[in-house]
Protein backbone atom coordinates (compact mmCIF):
# COMPACT_ATOMS: atom_id res chain seq x y z
CA UNK A 1 0.00 0.00 0.00
CA UNK A 2 1.10 3.35 -1.03
CA UNK A 3 1.33 6.39 1.80
CA UNK A 4 0.51 9.84 0.08
CA UNK A 5 3.73 11.03 2.16
CA UNK A 6 5.48 9.04 -0.48
CA UNK A 7 7.01 11.38 -3.62
CA UNK A 8 5.78 10.87 -7.05
CA UNK A 9 8.61 9.29 -8.80
CA UNK A 10 9.42 6.89 -5.91
CA UNK A 11 5.35 6.00 -5.52
CA UNK A 12 5.53 5.41 -9.28
CA UNK A 13 8.34 2.95 -9.10
CA UNK A 14 6.53 1.38 -6.64
CA UNK A 15 3.17 1.17 -8.39
CA UNK A 16 4.96 -0.07 -11.69
CA UNK A 17 7.16 -2.87 -9.45
CA UNK A 18 3.80 -3.70 -7.90
CA UNK A 19 1.58 -4.23 -10.97
CA UNK A 20 4.70 -6.14 -12.46
CA UNK A 21 4.76 -8.24 -9.77
CA UNK A 22 1.48 -8.85 -9.93
CA UNK A 23 1.52 -9.15 -13.82
CA UNK A 24 4.23 -12.27 -13.37
CA UNK A 25 2.58 -14.22 -10.18
CA UNK A 26 -1.12 -14.50 -11.00
CA UNK A 27 -1.18 -14.04 -14.23
CA UNK A 28 2.08 -15.49 -15.74
CA UNK A 29 3.04 -18.22 -12.58
CA UNK A 30 -0.29 -19.15 -12.54
CA UNK A 31 -0.68 -20.37 -15.91
CA UNK A 32 2.39 -22.61 -15.50
CA UNK A 33 0.99 -24.19 -11.87
CA UNK A 34 -2.35 -24.67 -13.00
CA UNK A 35 -1.27 -26.77 -16.34
CA UNK A 36 0.80 -28.44 -14.36
CA UNK A 37 -1.83 -29.86 -11.47
CA UNK A 38 -3.83 -30.30 -14.56
CA UNK A 39 -2.32 -32.35 -16.25
CA UNK A 40 -1.82 -34.68 -12.98
CA UNK A 41 -5.56 -35.61 -13.78
CA UNK A 42 -4.87 -36.80 -17.69
CA UNK A 43 -4.73 -40.16 -17.76
CA UNK A 44 -3.22 -42.73 -20.09
CA UNK A 45 -6.05 -43.66 -23.10
CA UNK A 46 -8.06 -40.45 -22.11
CA UNK A 47 -10.09 -39.08 -24.00
CA UNK A 48 -10.67 -35.32 -23.24
CA UNK A 49 -13.48 -32.97 -24.40
CA UNK A 50 -12.85 -29.39 -24.52
CA UNK A 51 -14.83 -26.77 -25.97
CA UNK A 52 -14.26 -23.36 -27.70
CA UNK A 53 -10.65 -21.61 -26.93
CA UNK A 54 -9.26 -21.40 -23.99
CA UNK A 55 -5.19 -20.35 -23.39
CA UNK A 56 -5.38 -22.48 -20.28
CA UNK A 57 -6.59 -25.43 -22.24
CA UNK A 58 -4.74 -25.23 -24.79
CA UNK A 59 -1.37 -25.32 -22.87
CA UNK A 60 -2.20 -27.61 -20.08
CA UNK A 61 -2.94 -29.81 -23.28
CA UNK A 62 0.44 -28.94 -24.95
CA UNK A 63 2.35 -29.35 -21.54
CA UNK A 64 0.90 -32.79 -21.05
CA UNK A 65 1.97 -34.09 -24.87
CA UNK A 66 5.43 -33.17 -24.61
CA UNK A 67 6.29 -33.39 -21.03
CA UNK A 68 4.72 -36.85 -20.44
CA UNK A 69 4.18 -39.95 -22.07
CA UNK A 70 0.65 -40.57 -21.58
CA UNK A 71 -1.34 -41.24 -24.80
CA UNK A 72 -4.42 -39.69 -25.01
CA UNK A 73 -6.86 -37.85 -28.05
CA UNK A 74 -8.72 -34.78 -27.77
CA UNK A 75 -12.59 -34.14 -28.61
CA UNK A 76 -12.73 -30.47 -29.97
CA UNK A 77 -16.35 -29.08 -29.70
CA UNK A 78 -17.10 -25.50 -31.68
CA UNK A 79 -20.60 -23.66 -31.85
CA UNK A 80 -21.82 -20.77 -34.29
CA UNK A 81 -21.09 -18.05 -34.49
CA UNK A 82 -17.61 -17.65 -33.50
CA UNK A 83 -16.35 -20.99 -34.22
CA UNK A 84 -13.17 -20.44 -31.87
CA UNK A 85 -12.64 -24.32 -31.51
CA UNK A 86 -10.59 -24.53 -35.03
CA UNK A 87 -7.94 -22.09 -33.20
CA UNK A 88 -7.77 -24.46 -30.70
CA UNK A 89 -7.82 -27.24 -33.35
CA UNK A 90 -5.36 -25.75 -35.10
CA UNK A 91 -2.75 -25.40 -32.15
CA UNK A 92 -3.73 -28.79 -31.00
CA UNK A 93 -2.88 -30.72 -34.35
CA UNK A 94 0.41 -28.84 -34.73
CA UNK A 95 1.49 -29.68 -31.16
CA UNK A 96 0.87 -33.45 -32.78
CA UNK A 97 -2.20 -33.74 -30.79
CA UNK A 98 -4.87 -36.76 -32.05
CA UNK A 99 -8.15 -34.37 -32.44
CA UNK A 100 -12.03 -34.60 -33.38
CA UNK A 101 -13.97 -31.61 -33.80
CA UNK A 102 -17.55 -31.60 -33.83
CA UNK A 103 -20.04 -29.03 -33.15
CA UNK A 104 -21.93 -28.54 -29.92
CA UNK A 105 -25.08 -30.50 -31.33
CA UNK A 106 -23.19 -33.34 -31.58
CA UNK A 107 -22.14 -34.04 -28.25
CA UNK A 108 -24.74 -36.57 -27.20
CA UNK A 109 -23.11 -38.75 -29.47
CA UNK A 110 -19.23 -38.21 -28.50
CA UNK A 111 -19.83 -38.05 -24.51
CA UNK A 112 -20.30 -41.83 -23.60
CA UNK A 113 -16.90 -42.53 -24.90
CA UNK A 114 -15.41 -39.62 -22.96
CA UNK A 115 -13.28 -39.66 -19.91
CA UNK A 116 -13.53 -36.24 -18.84
CA UNK A 117 -14.23 -32.53 -19.88
CA UNK A 118 -12.16 -29.67 -19.44
CA UNK A 119 -13.05 -26.26 -19.80
CA UNK A 120 -12.11 -22.59 -19.20
CA UNK A 121 -13.99 -20.04 -17.78
CA UNK A 122 -13.83 -15.92 -17.60
CA UNK A 123 -15.27 -16.13 -14.45
CA UNK A 124 -15.96 -17.64 -11.41
CA UNK A 125 -18.40 -15.80 -9.52
CA UNK A 126 -18.82 -15.81 -5.59
CA UNK A 127 -21.74 -19.01 -4.92
CA UNK A 128 -19.40 -21.30 -7.24
CA UNK A 129 -21.00 -20.80 -10.56
CA UNK A 130 -18.68 -20.36 -13.68
CA UNK A 131 -19.57 -17.75 -16.23
CA UNK A 132 -17.84 -19.32 -19.70
CA UNK A 133 -18.44 -19.07 -23.32
CA UNK A 134 -22.11 -19.49 -24.40
CA UNK A 135 -22.34 -23.05 -24.67
CA UNK A 136 -20.13 -24.28 -21.72
CA UNK A 137 -23.48 -24.98 -19.37
CA UNK A 138 -24.60 -27.43 -22.01
CA UNK A 139 -22.04 -28.97 -22.39
CA UNK A 140 -21.72 -29.37 -18.31
CA UNK A 141 -25.63 -30.09 -18.31
CA UNK A 142 -24.89 -32.77 -20.69
CA UNK A 143 -21.58 -34.15 -19.32
CA UNK A 144 -23.74 -34.70 -15.94
CA UNK A 145 -26.35 -36.68 -17.15
CA UNK A 146 -23.85 -39.07 -18.83
CA UNK A 147 -21.63 -38.94 -15.34
CA UNK A 148 -18.51 -37.71 -16.85
CA UNK A 149 -16.16 -35.37 -14.75
CA UNK A 150 -16.27 -31.53 -15.82
CA UNK A 151 -13.23 -29.84 -15.00
CA UNK A 152 -12.25 -26.01 -15.17
CA UNK A 153 -9.30 -24.18 -15.04
CA UNK A 154 -9.54 -20.69 -13.63
CA UNK A 155 -6.59 -18.16 -12.20
CA UNK A 156 -7.65 -17.04 -8.77
CA UNK A 157 -7.70 -13.39 -10.99
CA UNK A 158 -11.00 -14.41 -12.17
CA UNK A 159 -12.62 -14.81 -9.06
CA UNK A 160 -15.32 -11.96 -8.44
CA UNK A 161 -17.53 -11.58 -5.56
CA UNK A 162 -20.55 -10.71 -7.81
CA UNK A 163 -23.49 -13.70 -7.46
CA UNK A 164 -25.56 -14.80 -10.46
CA UNK A 165 -28.05 -17.10 -10.67
CA UNK A 166 -29.30 -17.32 -14.23
CA UNK A 167 -27.49 -16.35 -17.50
CA UNK A 168 -29.78 -13.20 -18.47
CA UNK A 169 -28.50 -10.61 -15.69
CA UNK A 170 -25.51 -8.84 -16.84
CA UNK A 171 -24.54 -10.89 -20.24
CA UNK A 172 -23.31 -8.84 -23.41
CA UNK A 173 -24.80 -8.82 -26.43
CA UNK A 174 -22.89 -9.42 -29.64
CA UNK A 175 -23.87 -8.51 -33.25
CA UNK A 176 -26.56 -9.99 -34.41
CA UNK A 177 -25.94 -10.19 -37.84
CA UNK A 178 -23.54 -12.85 -36.85
CA UNK A 179 -25.88 -15.39 -36.64
CA UNK A 180 -27.43 -14.64 -40.70
CA UNK A 181 -25.52 -17.81 -42.79
CA UNK A 182 -25.11 -17.54 -46.61
CA UNK A 183 -26.27 -21.01 -47.91
CA UNK A 184 -26.01 -21.38 -51.75
CA UNK A 185 -26.04 -17.82 -52.32
CA UNK A 186 -29.09 -17.09 -50.18
CA UNK A 187 -28.81 -15.34 -45.91
CA UNK A 188 -31.68 -17.07 -44.68
CA UNK A 189 -32.08 -14.95 -41.83
CA UNK A 190 -30.83 -11.57 -44.18
CA UNK A 191 -34.01 -9.30 -43.74
CA UNK A 192 -34.85 -9.97 -40.20
CA UNK A 193 -34.68 -6.27 -39.07
CA UNK A 194 -37.54 -5.62 -41.12
CA UNK A 195 -39.87 -8.36 -39.88
CA UNK A 196 -41.32 -7.26 -36.84
CA UNK A 197 -41.86 -10.65 -35.09
CA UNK A 198 -38.33 -11.82 -35.51
CA UNK A 199 -35.16 -10.87 -33.30
CA UNK A 200 -32.02 -12.30 -33.47
CA UNK A 201 -30.05 -12.74 -29.72
CA UNK A 202 -26.36 -13.64 -29.70
CA UNK A 203 -25.53 -13.96 -26.55
CA UNK A 204 -21.78 -14.27 -25.24
CA UNK A 205 -21.61 -15.51 -22.02
CA UNK A 206 -23.83 -17.78 -19.90
CA UNK A 207 -23.29 -18.99 -16.50
CA UNK A 208 -23.16 -22.70 -15.26
CA UNK A 209 -24.33 -23.61 -11.75
CA UNK A 210 -21.91 -25.10 -9.23
CA UNK A 211 -23.49 -28.24 -9.32
CA UNK A 212 -22.72 -29.76 -12.37
CA UNK A 213 -18.78 -28.92 -11.94
CA UNK A 214 -16.58 -31.40 -10.08
CA UNK A 215 -13.11 -30.09 -9.79
CA UNK A 216 -12.05 -26.23 -10.42
CA UNK A 217 -7.99 -26.13 -11.02
CA UNK A 218 -6.89 -23.00 -9.67
CA UNK A 219 -3.02 -21.53 -8.96
CA UNK A 220 -3.72 -22.36 -5.31
CA UNK A 221 -4.36 -25.82 -5.92
CA UNK A 222 -7.77 -28.53 -6.85
CA UNK A 223 -11.00 -27.33 -5.32
CA UNK A 224 -14.68 -27.88 -5.27
CA UNK A 225 -16.39 -25.14 -6.69
CA UNK A 226 -18.34 -24.08 -3.36
CA UNK A 227 -14.56 -23.20 -2.07
CA UNK A 228 -14.55 -20.07 -4.23
CA UNK A 229 -15.89 -17.49 -1.13
CA UNK A 230 -13.17 -19.37 0.60
CA UNK A 231 -10.44 -18.42 -1.59
CA UNK A 232 -11.86 -14.65 -1.99
CA UNK A 233 -11.58 -14.66 1.94
CA UNK A 234 -7.78 -15.54 1.96
CA UNK A 235 -7.18 -13.13 -0.84
CA UNK A 236 -8.81 -10.13 0.79
CA UNK A 237 -7.31 -11.50 3.96
CA UNK A 238 -3.60 -11.18 1.85
CA UNK A 239 -3.78 -7.67 0.75
CA UNK A 240 -4.70 -6.54 3.63
CA UNK B 1 17.09 -43.98 15.05
CA UNK B 2 17.27 -46.11 11.58
CA UNK B 3 14.02 -47.44 9.62
CA UNK B 4 14.06 -50.82 11.45
CA UNK B 5 13.71 -49.08 14.31
CA UNK B 6 10.72 -46.56 13.39
CA UNK B 7 8.68 -49.60 11.82
CA UNK B 8 9.09 -51.55 15.49
CA UNK B 9 8.32 -48.77 17.21
CA UNK B 10 5.36 -48.56 15.15
CA UNK B 11 4.45 -52.04 15.00
CA UNK B 12 4.76 -51.66 18.71
CA UNK B 13 2.70 -49.13 19.19
CA UNK B 14 -0.07 -51.20 17.04
CA UNK B 15 0.09 -54.15 19.44
CA UNK B 16 0.31 -52.58 22.77
CA UNK B 17 -2.78 -50.49 22.44
CA UNK B 18 -5.07 -52.37 19.79
CA UNK B 19 -7.77 -49.47 20.28
CA UNK B 20 -5.32 -46.52 18.94
CA UNK B 21 -5.95 -45.37 15.46
CA UNK B 22 -3.31 -46.41 13.15
CA UNK B 23 -2.67 -42.89 12.49
CA UNK B 24 -1.43 -41.49 15.63
CA UNK B 25 0.78 -44.73 16.33
CA UNK B 26 2.28 -43.53 12.98
CA UNK B 27 2.47 -39.78 14.59
CA UNK B 28 3.54 -40.94 18.47
CA UNK B 29 6.77 -42.92 16.21
CA UNK B 30 7.44 -39.74 14.39
CA UNK B 31 7.36 -38.41 17.47
CA UNK B 32 10.12 -40.63 18.74
CA UNK B 33 12.05 -40.52 15.69
CA UNK B 34 12.07 -36.76 15.97
CA UNK B 35 13.42 -37.06 19.20
CA UNK B 36 16.46 -39.53 18.58
CA UNK B 37 17.51 -37.37 15.12
CA UNK B 38 21.10 -36.86 14.91
CA UNK B 39 20.78 -34.03 12.40
CA UNK B 40 22.09 -30.36 12.26
CA UNK B 41 19.88 -28.63 9.98
CA UNK B 42 16.01 -27.84 9.60
CA UNK B 43 15.80 -28.99 6.16
CA UNK B 44 17.87 -32.17 6.84
CA UNK B 45 15.11 -32.82 9.67
CA UNK B 46 12.22 -32.72 7.29
CA UNK B 47 13.35 -34.07 4.84
CA UNK B 48 14.25 -37.27 7.41
CA UNK B 49 10.79 -37.15 8.77
CA UNK B 50 9.67 -37.08 5.04
CA UNK B 51 11.24 -40.32 4.52
CA UNK B 52 9.82 -41.61 7.78
CA UNK B 53 6.57 -41.12 6.67
CA UNK B 54 7.12 -42.80 3.39
CA UNK B 55 8.68 -46.06 5.21
CA UNK B 56 5.43 -45.88 7.46
CA UNK B 57 3.10 -45.42 4.62
CA UNK B 58 4.94 -48.81 3.21
CA UNK B 59 4.02 -50.53 6.39
CA UNK B 60 0.83 -49.59 6.55
CA UNK B 61 -1.19 -48.24 3.35
CA UNK B 62 -4.04 -46.78 4.70
CA UNK B 63 -4.85 -42.97 4.09
CA UNK B 64 -4.77 -41.59 7.39
CA UNK B 65 -0.93 -42.88 8.16
CA UNK B 66 -0.07 -40.53 4.82
CA UNK B 67 -2.27 -37.78 5.71
CA UNK B 68 -1.64 -37.79 9.40
CA UNK B 69 1.77 -37.77 9.21
CA UNK B 70 1.53 -34.88 6.74
CA UNK B 71 -0.23 -33.08 8.89
CA UNK B 72 2.24 -33.23 11.58
CA UNK B 73 5.36 -32.27 9.67
CA UNK B 74 3.40 -29.04 8.93
CA UNK B 75 1.85 -28.58 12.28
CA UNK B 76 5.44 -28.35 13.67
CA UNK B 77 7.10 -26.47 10.71
CA UNK B 78 4.06 -23.96 11.16
CA UNK B 79 5.76 -21.96 13.91
CA UNK B 80 8.18 -19.09 13.02
CA UNK B 81 11.34 -20.81 13.56
CA UNK B 82 13.56 -17.16 14.20
CA UNK B 83 16.33 -19.18 16.49
CA UNK B 84 19.35 -19.73 15.44
CA UNK B 85 20.01 -21.99 17.55
CA UNK B 86 19.27 -25.64 16.21
CA UNK B 87 19.07 -26.92 19.08
CA UNK B 88 16.41 -24.63 20.41
CA UNK B 89 14.31 -24.55 16.87
CA UNK B 90 13.95 -28.63 17.43
CA UNK B 91 12.82 -28.01 21.06
CA UNK B 92 10.26 -26.25 19.79
CA UNK B 93 9.06 -28.42 16.78
CA UNK B 94 8.98 -31.35 19.31
CA UNK B 95 6.92 -29.57 21.76
CA UNK B 96 4.56 -28.22 19.25
CA UNK B 97 4.63 -32.49 18.05
CA UNK B 98 3.58 -33.41 21.66
CA UNK B 99 0.85 -30.13 21.18
CA UNK B 100 -0.46 -32.02 18.09
CA UNK B 101 -0.42 -35.89 19.70
CA UNK B 102 -2.43 -34.44 22.69
CA UNK B 103 -4.98 -32.75 20.44
CA UNK B 104 -4.76 -35.96 18.09
CA UNK B 105 -5.70 -38.05 21.08
CA UNK B 106 -8.67 -35.98 22.13
CA UNK B 107 -10.41 -36.15 18.69
CA UNK B 108 -12.69 -39.46 19.08
CA UNK B 109 -14.12 -38.37 22.44
CA UNK B 110 -14.82 -34.72 20.85
CA UNK B 111 -16.53 -36.46 17.73
CA UNK B 112 -18.56 -38.88 20.48
CA UNK B 113 -19.98 -35.86 22.02
CA UNK B 114 -20.94 -33.91 19.12
CA UNK B 115 -22.26 -37.02 16.95
CA UNK B 116 -24.52 -38.77 19.59
CA UNK B 117 -27.60 -36.37 19.91
CA UNK B 118 -28.23 -37.38 16.50
CA UNK B 119 -28.89 -40.69 17.63
CA UNK B 120 -32.48 -41.20 18.69
CA UNK B 121 -34.14 -43.50 21.09
CA UNK B 122 -35.43 -46.62 19.42
CA UNK B 123 -33.25 -45.96 16.18
CA UNK B 124 -31.87 -48.39 14.14
CA UNK B 125 -28.69 -47.81 12.68
CA UNK B 126 -26.59 -49.27 9.94
CA UNK B 127 -22.79 -49.49 9.91
CA UNK B 128 -20.30 -51.11 7.66
CA UNK B 129 -17.24 -52.76 8.80
CA UNK B 130 -14.96 -52.17 11.96
CA UNK B 131 -14.63 -48.25 13.00
CA UNK B 132 -13.79 -47.54 16.28
CA UNK B 133 -15.00 -43.85 15.90
CA UNK B 134 -18.11 -44.96 15.25
CA UNK B 135 -17.59 -47.55 18.47
CA UNK B 136 -16.80 -44.50 20.35
CA UNK B 137 -19.70 -42.70 19.26
CA UNK B 138 -22.27 -45.58 20.17
CA UNK B 139 -20.72 -45.92 23.61
CA UNK B 140 -21.40 -42.28 23.90
CA UNK B 141 -24.80 -43.30 22.90
CA UNK B 142 -25.25 -45.71 25.55
CA UNK B 143 -23.53 -43.60 28.48
CA UNK B 144 -26.75 -41.12 27.59
CA UNK B 145 -29.32 -43.75 28.29
CA UNK B 146 -30.34 -44.42 24.60
CA UNK B 147 -31.68 -47.18 23.18
CA UNK B 148 -31.21 -48.01 19.60
CA UNK B 149 -30.15 -51.41 17.74
CA UNK B 150 -27.52 -51.62 15.30
CA UNK B 151 -27.15 -53.70 11.79
CA UNK B 152 -23.61 -54.26 10.94
CA UNK B 153 -22.47 -55.87 7.45
CA UNK B 154 -20.08 -58.88 7.23
CA UNK B 155 -17.72 -56.60 5.22
CA UNK B 156 -16.47 -59.40 3.16
CA UNK B 157 -12.53 -58.95 1.92
CA UNK B 158 -11.65 -62.02 -0.07
CA UNK B 159 -9.89 -64.33 2.08
CA UNK B 160 -12.93 -66.20 3.96
CA UNK B 161 -11.03 -66.56 6.92
CA UNK B 162 -10.68 -62.46 7.68
CA UNK B 163 -14.02 -62.46 7.40
CA UNK B 164 -14.77 -64.19 10.54
CA UNK B 165 -12.48 -62.10 12.27
CA UNK B 166 -13.51 -58.69 11.24
CA UNK B 167 -17.14 -59.54 11.79
CA UNK B 168 -16.12 -61.25 15.35
CA UNK B 169 -14.78 -57.86 15.98
CA UNK B 170 -17.34 -55.21 15.28
CA UNK B 171 -19.99 -57.59 16.68
CA UNK B 172 -18.51 -59.00 19.95
CA UNK B 173 -17.37 -54.95 20.41
CA UNK B 174 -21.29 -53.85 20.50
CA UNK B 175 -22.73 -57.09 22.27
CA UNK B 176 -19.98 -55.97 25.00
CA UNK B 177 -22.05 -53.19 25.40
CA UNK B 178 -25.15 -54.66 25.62
CA UNK B 179 -26.20 -53.04 21.92
CA UNK B 180 -28.49 -55.28 20.07
CA UNK B 181 -26.46 -56.30 16.96
CA UNK B 182 -27.78 -58.02 13.54
CA UNK B 183 -25.12 -59.16 11.13
CA UNK B 184 -26.23 -58.78 7.59
CA UNK B 185 -24.56 -59.89 4.07
CA UNK B 186 -22.90 -56.87 1.91
CA UNK B 187 -25.35 -57.93 -0.26
CA UNK B 188 -28.70 -57.40 2.08
CA UNK B 189 -27.76 -53.66 2.26
CA UNK B 190 -30.51 -52.85 0.03
CA UNK B 191 -32.76 -55.15 1.40
CA UNK B 192 -32.67 -53.68 4.99
CA UNK B 193 -32.23 -50.12 4.11
CA UNK B 194 -36.07 -49.95 4.70
CA UNK B 195 -35.93 -50.69 8.24
CA UNK B 196 -32.71 -48.32 8.66
CA UNK B 197 -33.01 -44.89 10.34
CA UNK B 198 -29.60 -44.17 9.67
CA UNK B 199 -26.77 -45.24 8.56
CA UNK B 200 -23.31 -43.80 10.35
CA UNK B 201 -19.58 -45.13 9.02
CA UNK B 202 -16.39 -44.16 9.74
CA UNK B 203 -13.57 -43.01 7.39
CA UNK B 204 -10.00 -43.95 5.82
CA UNK B 205 -9.58 -40.43 4.97
CA UNK B 206 -11.68 -37.07 3.43
CA UNK B 207 -11.11 -35.96 0.20
CA UNK B 208 -10.94 -32.57 -0.78
CA UNK B 209 -14.20 -32.91 -2.33
CA UNK B 210 -15.86 -33.70 0.99
CA UNK B 211 -16.23 -36.91 -0.12
CA UNK B 212 -14.70 -40.43 1.82
CA UNK B 213 -12.42 -43.50 1.26
CA UNK B 214 -13.33 -45.65 3.34
CA UNK B 215 -13.45 -50.08 3.35
CA UNK B 216 -15.00 -51.37 -0.06
CA UNK B 217 -18.46 -51.85 -0.03
CA UNK B 218 -18.97 -47.76 1.29
CA UNK B 219 -19.88 -46.21 -2.04
CA UNK B 220 -23.10 -49.36 -2.34
CA UNK B 221 -24.38 -48.25 1.27
CA UNK B 222 -24.12 -44.59 0.35
CA UNK B 223 -26.05 -45.11 -2.92
CA UNK B 224 -29.00 -47.01 -1.24
CA UNK B 225 -29.27 -45.00 1.39
CA UNK B 226 -29.62 -41.92 -0.95
CA UNK B 227 -32.31 -43.68 -2.91
CA UNK B 228 -34.21 -44.45 0.23
CA UNK B 229 -33.45 -40.89 1.30
CA UNK B 230 -32.06 -42.18 4.72
CA UNK B 231 -29.47 -39.84 6.39
CA UNK B 232 -25.54 -41.07 5.37
CA UNK B 233 -23.62 -39.71 8.21
CA UNK B 234 -19.80 -40.37 8.14
CA UNK B 235 -17.59 -39.93 11.61
CA UNK B 236 -13.53 -38.78 10.96
CA UNK B 237 -10.88 -37.17 13.09
CA UNK B 238 -9.46 -34.34 11.04
CA UNK B 239 -6.12 -36.12 10.65
CA UNK B 240 -7.39 -38.34 8.18
CA UNK B 241 -8.21 -34.90 5.80
CA UNK B 242 -6.03 -35.56 2.98
CA UNK B 243 -5.17 -33.21 -0.22
CA UNK B 244 -6.40 -35.67 -2.74
CA UNK B 245 -9.46 -34.95 -5.02
CA UNK B 246 -10.16 -38.26 -6.98
CA UNK B 247 -13.21 -37.58 -9.50
CA UNK B 248 -14.11 -41.33 -9.96
CA UNK B 249 -12.97 -44.69 -8.10
CA UNK B 250 -9.81 -45.14 -10.95
CA UNK B 251 -8.58 -42.13 -9.64
CA UNK B 252 -7.60 -42.98 -6.51
CA UNK B 253 -4.35 -43.61 -6.09
CA UNK B 254 -3.15 -47.50 -6.74
CA UNK B 255 -0.49 -47.18 -3.23
CA UNK B 256 -4.40 -46.43 -0.91
CA UNK B 257 -6.40 -48.84 -2.65
CA UNK B 258 -4.35 -52.15 -1.75
CA UNK B 259 -2.66 -53.61 1.11
CA UNK B 260 0.90 -52.45 1.70
CA UNK B 261 1.81 -56.20 1.38
CA UNK B 262 0.18 -56.69 -1.96
CA UNK B 263 1.79 -53.59 -3.28
CA UNK B 264 5.43 -55.15 -2.51
CA UNK B 265 4.58 -58.69 -3.88
CA UNK B 266 1.86 -58.33 -6.33
CA UNK B 267 3.13 -58.61 -10.56
CA UNK B 268 -0.02 -57.63 -12.14
CA UNK B 269 -2.51 -55.13 -9.73
CA UNK B 270 -5.06 -55.38 -12.02
CA UNK B 271 -5.65 -58.96 -10.74
CA UNK B 272 -5.87 -58.10 -7.20
CA UNK B 273 -9.38 -56.79 -5.43
CA UNK B 274 -9.04 -52.95 -4.17
CA UNK B 275 -9.49 -52.56 -0.18
CA UNK B 276 -11.02 -49.06 -0.51
CA UNK B 277 -13.50 -47.06 -2.62
CA UNK B 278 -14.27 -43.61 -3.06
CA UNK B 279 -17.65 -42.39 -2.12
CA UNK B 280 -18.86 -38.88 -3.82
CA UNK B 281 -19.69 -36.16 -1.61
CA UNK B 282 -23.38 -35.92 -3.06
CA UNK B 283 -24.21 -38.75 -1.29
CA UNK B 284 -23.09 -37.86 2.11
CA UNK B 285 -25.38 -36.10 4.52
CA UNK B 286 -22.81 -35.04 7.52
CA UNK B 287 -19.47 -35.27 8.38
CA UNK B 288 -18.74 -35.04 12.65
CA UNK B 289 -14.97 -34.13 12.69
CA UNK B 290 -13.23 -33.03 16.17
CA UNK B 291 -13.02 -29.71 14.05
CA UNK B 292 -17.28 -29.51 13.96
CA UNK B 293 -20.46 -30.89 11.98
CA UNK B 294 -19.65 -30.36 8.68
CA UNK B 295 -21.27 -30.58 5.14
CA UNK B 296 -19.39 -32.28 2.77
CA UNK B 297 -18.76 -28.70 0.92
CA UNK B 298 -17.69 -27.03 3.93
CA UNK B 299 -14.59 -29.88 4.16
CA UNK B 300 -12.83 -28.11 1.45
CA UNK B 301 -12.82 -24.88 3.45
CA UNK B 302 -11.46 -26.66 6.30
CA UNK B 303 -8.93 -28.38 4.08
CA UNK B 304 -7.56 -24.87 3.04
CA UNK B 305 -7.46 -23.69 6.52
CA UNK B 306 -5.37 -26.79 7.61
CA UNK B 307 -3.15 -27.26 5.29
CA UNK B 308 -2.66 -23.39 3.87
Known amino acids: MLFVTVPSPQAKEKLQATIDNYLREKIVLAAEAISKSAFEKINDNDVILVYGCSSLVNRTLCDAHTQTDRTFRVIVVDSRPRLEGRETLRRLVRHGIHCTYVMINAISYVLPEVSKVLLGAHALLANGSVMSRVGTSQIALVSKAYNVPVLVCCET???????????????????????????????????????????????????????????????????????????????????? | MSTDDLIETFRAQLRDDPDVASAVAAIRALLGFLRQ????????????????????????????????????????????????????????????????????????????????????????????????????????????KKRFSVYVTESQPDQAGQVFINLQKMAKALRKLNIPVTVILDAAVGYIMEKVDLVLVGAEGVVESGGIIN?????????????????????????????????????????????????????NLTEEHPWIDYTSPSLITLLFTDLGVLTPSAVSDELIKLYL
Request: proline residues 4%; glycine residues 4%.
Open chain 2, 215 to 267: KIGTNQIAVCAKAQNKPFYVVAESFKFVRLFPLNQQDVPDKFKYKADTLKTSQ
Open chain 1, 157 to 240: YKFCERVQTDSFVSNELDDPDDLIVQRKGQAQLGGWAENNSLRLLNLVYDVTPPDLVDLVITDLGMIPCTSVPVVLRVKNVDQQ
Open chain 2, 37 to 144: DRGETIQGLRSSLRDAIDTLSRVDSSVAVNSGGELFLRFISLTSLEYSDYSKCKEIMIERGEIFLRKVSLSRNKIAKLCHPFIRDGARILTHAYSRVVLRVLEAAVES
